[in-house]
Structures are given as structure tokens and as C-alpha cells.
């Protein structure tokens, strides 16, 4: 036992202190060796890397707003987006050759030289009629003026028909039925003979904006069933009950919560309305119950050539085909936006 006791005793370092054995020693620096290899491993482990290392932010996603969702889906229809480029480019040419072009529309006849001169003569670009007057000039205002028919009664239609149906859907019961009765009275209607009516009463001096209040008048019932039938389907859902228990009020749900949620309908059907507007006035001019000189609008023209067509054709076909591509372009421009913002509508290539 005295052996063991002595084998054991602590040894004395050269300054005389009591250290550890050697042994000990050993296994502390084996301990100390392998923790400062353990941090080397995991300050180099891209999982548990910080928010700054390369390695993280190569596999970050930049999140995307819904309207930048929507303008993605839009620009990938292509039919949608050359028609908005020409529809632009028809305008603000229109509105910018009114005032650069040498003709204007409005030129006193007696002062016009050149009379009934084919296109493309004398520094005419379509022609003259038989009053001398440029006809390019003329569908230049006839482009600014259908088209300012058209947006007044997009705007109108819309605003109006999307209050009238909302509010008739919200609240239902009672209220629903007596909007709704209205709704079906209007639709009911003989539209042309009332538009003839009220054309005469009411825009007898063919002004643009007194031909789009004719127009909204009567065309703000169809948007107003579309509206009323989404609200209808909206109020049940889960996000509206939710809102109702936490105290908002009717105005608030129907203006920060229902009307969002219906943006794309209302969107897509003002751009119909943009379309029919035009062609109604067109129509409308055509039977000259429309825009009258010295005003011109695209149906005016038409009309006014329709008699000219064997003899100087450029008097019809140019206002005629000048119409047709901006119907057909506002149709493109309304299928890309229905595509665009229904998630569910595949898109076409």
C-alpha cells in the first residue's frame, strides 16, 4: 500500500507548484484540439451559415406584388399587347397630328383648292372629299372623338353599374329585389328606340359628351347584374364574417373588402364598354342621329361616304377599316386583362 500511495503523488513543477500529470494533461489538449476543429467545421456549414453568407442569398426569391403577378400574365399575351401598342399609337397620334398636321378638319371649304383628290396626291395622305377637306385630317378628329365617347362611357357605365350591383348584392333581401326590378326594366327596353328618342331629345346638336350620357343611360344594366352576382357569392365567404365580427362597417366591407375582390370583372368590362361605345356612335352618326358637323366622328365619316363608295372609295374604306382595327384591338386588350387577372384562365401564347 506505501508503494501505491507514493506512485500517486502529485509532481512538482520547476517552480515548485503542484501541476497535473501528464496523462491528464494529455487528454485536456485532445479535448481542447477537437473543440477548435468542431468550430472550424460548423462556422463553414452553409445551413447554419448567417442571413450574409453567398450561399444563402443565391437561394433567396424576391417576392412579387400582385399587380407585378398581373402585368407578368398580360405581357405574355401577345395578341393583347400588340393591340395595346397600336390602340396608343392610333391615339396619340390622333391627338398629336391634330395640331402638327398642315390639314385640319375643320377647314373652311371655300378656301380648299384640291376637291375629291385620290389618296396620296398633292400631299394628301387619303384624299380629299368633295368639299376639298383632308380626309386624313378628318380621321384624325373622328379617332379623338369615338374615342372620347367611348371612355366617357366606360367611365360612367362602370362607376355606376358597379355601385348600383355592389350595394344591390351586399344587403339583398328587399333591397336586392327593387334595385333589380329597375335593372330588368332597363334591359327590357327597346335600346335603339330609345337611343333615337333620346338622341334627339337630349343631343340634338350632336355633342360628344350629350351622345355618351345617351349612351351610359342605357348601358349601365348589364355591368350592374355581373357586380350584384359576384357580391352576392362574396358575402358568404369566410374573410367577409371575419370582418363583420371585428365591427367593420358596411361601407368599409363593401369598399375595402368586396370591391377589390371583384376588380377584374369590373376591369374587363369596361374595356367591352369602351368597344361598344364606339360602335354605338358609330351607328348612331351613321342614321344621323349621332355626331353632326363641323364636329366628325369615325361614323360621321362613313356615313357621309357611304354614297361615295364606287366613285371614291378612300371616302368609305379608310374611316371604315380605321374603325374596325380599333374594335378589334380593345377586344385583344380585353381578353389579355381577363387572362391577366383571373389566376385560374390559362394564357395563350
Partial sequence: MTDIDTDVTPVRGSTGATGPAPAARSVAGADAAMTRVRDRTESLDPIKSDD???VEREFTVATRSQGALVLRRFLQHKLAVGSAVVFLAMVIVAIVGQQT???????DPSTANDTSVPPFTKGHLF?????????FAEILRGITTSVEVGLIVAVLCTGFGTVYGAVAGFFGGAVDNTLMRVVDLVLTLPALAVLLLLSVKFA??????????VLSALSWASISRVIRGLFLSLREKEFIEAARALGASNSRIIF?????NAVGPIIVNGTIFVALAILTEAGLSFLGFGIKFPDVSLGLLISSGISAAD????????PG???????ICINFIGDGLRDALD???????
Fill in 127 to 135: 384624299g380629299t372629299d368633295e368639299k376639298g377637306i383632308d380626309l
Fill in 321 to 327: 377599316v380605321t374603325l374596325v382595327i380599333i374594335a
Fill in 311 to 318: 366613285t371614291r372609295p378612300w371616302l368609305f374604306y379608310f
Fill in 101 to 107: 398636321y398642315k390639314y385640319k378638319y375643320n377647314q
Fill in 204 to 213: 340634338g346638336g350632336g355633342s360628344a359628351i350629350a351622345i355618351a350620357l
Fill in 52 to 54: 450574409t453568407t453567398p
Fill in 343 to 349: 389566376p385560374q384562365q390559362r394564357v395563350r401564347q
Fill in 256 to 260: 375595402r373588402h368586396l370591391l377589390p
